[in-house]
Every structure is written in C-alpha cells, then in structure tokens.
C-alpha cells in the first residue's frame, strides 16, 4: 500500500485511540482553539503551545513550516529548540516544511501503580500532555507529535494515523527521524558505545566508531547523560520500543551543541540482517524519546522511574512467581552446583547459575538440552528447589531456533530462569525478537536475564519476568572506580542492569567496601554476588567482614532516596526494605568524606544503631583496602560524615533501636 494510501486523510478519532505499543491517547483529551482550516487553505502558520508539569516543560512549535520541541526546569534551557520530523521510506520528509497543525488536544494523568519488584513500592504516574494533528500541506500527509511534562523530565512520541475515513489499520514505512537534541553551551556528555567505557565529551566530539557490519560514525548508545551548567543534568533515554530500531544519537557536523537521531540498521555487534527501513502497522505510535531531568545529579538518580511510566503496563495477569533476589554462578560440575546450594542457603541468597559451558563449547553448540556429563543437572535442581533455591540456565542466542520448545523443556526441569548471551540488539527485527523471548519465556515461568549489548527501553514493566540486563561495561572487566561511579547517573537511570558483584577480589580496581556500597546504589533486581569465586574462598567467614552486609541486603525495595552524587566523582544513595534502611556511597580515585543528613529515616522515628562497614588505612592498592566495621547510634537528626578511601566505598545498615 502507498504512503498517500495509508496516511492521506486518515481523520483523529475522538477518544481513546491504541497507538503501537505506549499507552492510549486519553479519552479526556480535550480540543484547544488552535484552528484547523490552514491545512486546507495550505498556509503553513506560525504557532507554538507549552505544557508544564511541577516546572518541567515541554515546548511545541512551527515556525516557517518546521516541527520543532524544547524542553526546560524552573526557568533554566535543558534543550533548546530542537527539530522534530520523520522520514518515510518513500522519500517524504514530514516536520521539516510545509507542517501546519490540524488539531491540538491536552490531557492529563496522575495514578499510581506498582509491580512485583522495584525501586519503590508504588510509582507516581502524574503529567500534562499535548497532542498534535499534523499535515504536511505538500503531501497531504498526515502524521501526529504527542508530548509530556512530569515532575521527572519530559518525553515525546511520533505519531501515525491508520489509512482511509475510519482510521483503519494500514502500513507506513519509517526510514528515520528529524529529531535532534540542542543543547547549551558549555554542556558535557557522557557517550559510550556498545560496552566501552563512558567518555565525557561535547556534544560535537563523540568519537566515530563502528566497521564496515555495524552502524558507523560519531555515535553513542542510550542512555546518554548530559551534564549542564551548574547542578543541572539529563539523561536520554527510550521507552516502549516495539517494532522499531534502536535509537543511537549521533554528532552533528558544524552544530558543536547538537545530538541527532539516529535509528540502527545493523545490529549491535554486525552479526545480523540489515534494515534501512522499518515497515510498521498503523495507527502506530514510535517509541517514547524520554528526557529524565534533575535539578541535581543526586534527584537525576529518583527521577528514573519516568522510562517505566511511559512503558506498557504489565502484559502478565499473574507475578506472583516472579522473585527478585541474589545469584551465585558455580563451577561446572555436579558438586560444584550442590555446593553453590548450599553457599546459597548460608549466605541469603535466592538462586545459583549454570554459565556458558554447562551444554558444550557455547560458540559451536546449538543444543542446549542435553548437559555435558560432568553435570548432573536433574540431581542439582531437585537439590536447589529441596532447599528453597532457584536454578538459572546460561543460553547463547544460536541455540534459540526454537525458543517456545527449549524453554518449555526448561520448565519441566523445574528451572527458574533463564540468562540469554550474545543477544543482537538494534534492528526493528531484533526489538521484536527480544520483547517474543521475553513473552515466551513468560508463558513458561521463567525469569530472563539478557546479555551483551541490549539496551533498556521500560519493558520490565511490561513483562516483569524480564529481571535484568547488561547493555554496560560490566563489572568483570575490573573498570576503575571513576566508571562506577558514572553507571548510577547514565546507564541504570535507563533501567536495570547486571553488574557482577567482585567482592575480594584482587584485580579490582576498588576497595572491598567499593564493592560492597555497589549493592545498594545500583538498581539490579537480580543481582549476581562473589563473581570469579568459589564457596571455599569464604570457608573461614571471620576473614570477610563484608559477608553480613551481602547475606541481609535485599535486590527489591519500599523506598528508594539519592542523598548525594556527581556524576564521575561520588555518589550515595539509601534504600529501604520494611523498616531497614540500606546505605551505600562510592567515590572516584578521589578519597572523600561525605556529609549525610539521616533525616531521610523520618522525623520522630527514635533512635536507630547504624552498621557502618567502611575502608581502613588506604593498603598498597585499594583491593588491599580492609573493611572496618562499627556501630553507632544514630537519629533522624544525625549528620553521619562518609569518609572514603581513594576508590573507595561505604555501606550502612540502619535498623531502629
């Protein structure tokens, strides 16, 4: 079907319409004055409308024809005018010229809603909006622009109608966007691709990447922290990607503040089919494009619920089975996994691993249903679920011809979950390709952990068995202290992620209390502990002061507050279980004390002790660090200054007395 025959004079419904898949336009959407006869007169009028939410705004705007956004908090730019617009498959740029609008609608949200896991219990959903009926007066081509302001930041989408007077389905072909993102002077970004480290820049020097498989040039993966003037900072990221690339940004030639779209053709690593352009059925809305925005690096932390705000709401009827918890990778022997179950149950922990290797050579094996005979796999998981542990079965992606099959058989095994590896990430292809795993491995009961380069886009809240992620130089790498200290203000605002806890381990980095503090700033629901180790390392508990923290911290909580942080330098950040308070707080190869107000425990609640696992005299490297424990007491009155070492860290428990 043509491109005239799917959009031409395809008429906005009243109510609420299902648009690909984010949430629906509101029904209480109401008209606003904004005239509808210049389409047909073809004059393409100047006009512009702002929406503010708790003073986060979103502006629209068409100026001599063109589409474009903006975006601030509290009277100070976070983006500046910035172009909006698509361009088909045909050809057909729409929101460059000749755009006038046809009709605006404003709404309203403000719900609450929980899951089964989190950073806090319950979510605040709460935003203005305006919705855009476009037409590009060349064409006739009609197309739409829907826009929030939270509290939290601000977010758009594109919007394309169905074909023909009753708005039924049809199909537009999408070869890429307008959108860009200006930024102000003397703004930082923190871009990194695929799995390197972060590398703050300017806007206009992203360094180009890529080879002749993958996407090339000076482009950077989502999320993508922007560092403005002052305390001020914002985080891009995406939410509901269905049916569409993978959004990277690129540097613009000659514009040194301006970051445009950029949507993937290859996959992540070039191992897969090439798409230029993605066919897609209408209606359809694109995916959200989502400014997170703090005041200060630390609120940028609180604010990242926006990303699940704008996802799906959960496609599961039932979560009960879903359970976050902590993970123990074993070596691959029968004894090693009945050992693994029984560090498990000792030191707190829900769930033991199967790594790449337990079918066969993982890069050569496409059967992953038969384990390699040092593994007696049956005994193992009747000794797991005996004892209350969950098993967890590493797959490589090429194993996955018939995903329906393999996890079904997974599930009669009584395994708990699955961890995908290699998975490709970027094309229209891909998106779909991991939201079907996910959907499959639901079907099953089954947890999914996906490796490699995938990126968040909020579909944890839409199938909350999809626990966790990579999409980060992960932890096994050893980085320095400066990238762990950056991931909470970038990669994690854009969800989950899993990082492989090193506690004692010499080729880190960090010290042990770094390490520690690391299980209470990041958000990763599932989360794998004692990386690289065996239960024999801890045979003698007294030698590692750490061990209590690790047994009691839990991976899912009530409340969640950022107390202090800037972005590469230092960051802390406490979490409440029930009526348990986690702390954690890490610095660069800086050594600092920070001043904490506890005033976060809630006026009038007594006197708490305080369990401070914090670094001693610097060693000769700081995996030589030790880690010295005390208790205090302390009040909601307390200020409790958190000295650090140089890559060091400190991790609190706080319980009322």
């Not at 930024?183 to 972060?198: I, K, L, M, W």
């Not at 993978?246 to 779209?261: G, K, W």
């Not at 970027?426 to 490699?452: P, V």
Request: charged letters at 15%; hydrophobic letters at 40%.
């Amino acid at each position: 079907m043509s491109r005239r025959g799917v959009l031409r004079g395809a008429a906005a419904t009243a109510g609420a319409v299902a648009l690909g898949g984010g949430a629906a336009v509101p029904a209480s959407a109401a008209d606003s004055a904004v005239p509808v006869g210049a389409a047909a007169a073809g004059a393409a009028a100047d006009t512009s409308v702002t929406v503010t939410q708790a003073g986060t705004t979103i502006a629209l705007s068409v100026a001599g024809g063109a589409l474009q956004w903006s975006a601030g908090r509290r009277g100070r730019t976070v983006v500046g005018p910035s172009a909006l617009g698509l361009r088909l498959g045909d050809g057909t740029v729409l929101g460059a010229a000749g755009t006038v609008v046809t009709r605006c609608r404003r709404a309203s949200g403000n719900t609450t809603w929980s899951a089964p896991y989190g950073r806090n219990a319950t979510v605040r959903d709460k935003y203005q909006e305006i919705r855009w009926d476009l037409q590009d007066t060349a064409t006739k081509t009609e197309f739409g622009v829907q826009v929030r302001a939270y509290a939290t930041g601000v977010a758009f989408r594109y919007l394309l109608p169905g074909s023909g007077p009753d708005s039924g389905s049809g199909t537009a072909t999408v070869a890429g966007e307008l959108t860009t993102f200006v930024f102000p002077d003397g703004t930082v970004v923190y871009s990194a691709r695929d799995e390197d480290p972060y590398n703050p820049v300017t806007p206009g020097a992203v360094p180009s990447t890529g080879t002749s498989s993958t996407d090339t040039g000076p482009l950077t993966d989502l999320p993508l922290t922007a560092a403005l003037s002052g305390e001020l900072i914002a985080c891009v990221c995406e939410s509901a990607r269905a049916d569409y690339p993978r959004l990277m940004l690129s540097s613009v030639s000659d514009e040194p503040n301006t970051l445009a779209a950029h949507l993937m053709q290859h996959t992540a690593r070039g191992t897969g089919d090439v798409q230029t352009t993605s066919t897609v059925t209408t209606p359809f809305a694109t995916p959200w494009r989502a400014v997170v925005i703090g005041s200060t690096h630390a609120e940028l932390i609180d604010n990242a619920e926006l990303v699940l705000n704008l996802a799906p709401a959960s496609a599961l009827a039932d979560t009960s089975w879903i359970k976050p918890g902590k993970v123990f990778r074993c070596q691959l022997t029968t004894a090693a996994g009945l050992a693994g179950v029984d560090f498990a149950v000792a030191r707190g922990l829900q769930y033991i691993e199967y790594d790449s290797g337990w079918y066969g050579p993982e890069g050569s094996t496409t059967d992953a249903t038969k384990p390699i005979g040092a593994i007696d796999l049956p005994s193992v998981i009747s000794y797991a679920r005996g004892k209350g542990i969950g098993v967890i079965l590493y797959v490589n992606r090429i194993t996955l011809s018939s995903p329906d099959s393999l996890l079904a058989l997974y599930k009669s095994w009584g395994v708990a979950g699955v961890k995908l590896g290699f998975i490709n990430d970027g094309t229209q292809a891909m998106t779909q390709q991991i939201i079907g795993w996910a959907e499959t491995a639901a079907k099953y009961r089954l947890l999914i952990d996906m490796h490699d380069d995938v990126r968040p886009f909020g579909y944890e809240r839409t199938y909350p068995n999809w626990i966790n992620l990579e999409g980060v130089r992960g932890n096994e790498h050893f980085p320095t202290a400066t990238h762990n200290v950056t991931l909470p203000f970038a990669r994690n605002i854009g969800g989950p992620m899993d990082y492989t806890i090193c506690y004692g381990q010499s080729r880190d980095q960090t010290t042990n209390a770094h390490q520690m503090a690391m299980a209470a700033v990041y958000y990763q629901p599932l989360n794998f502990l004692y990386w690289y180790d065996s239960p024999s390392k801890y045979g003698n508990p007294a030698g590692w002061p750490g061990l209590p923290w690790f047994d009691a911290i839990p991976t899912a909580w009530d409340e969640s507050r950022a107390l202090a942080g800037s972005i590469g330098e230092y960051v802390a950040v406490a979490r409440r279980s029930g009526g348990t308070w986690y702390l954690g707080a890490m610095t660069n190869e800086t050594a600092r004390t920070l001043s904490i107000p506890l005033s976060f425990l809630g006026t009038g609640t007594g006197t708490w002790t305080a369990t401070v696992y914090a670094d001693g005299t610097p060693g000769s490297s700081p995996f030589r660090t030790p880690v010295v424990v005390s208790t205090r007491t302390v009040t909601p009155d307390t200020t409790l200054d958190v000295a650090m070492a140089p890559a060091g860290g400190q991790a609190v428990v706080l319980k009322q007395s």
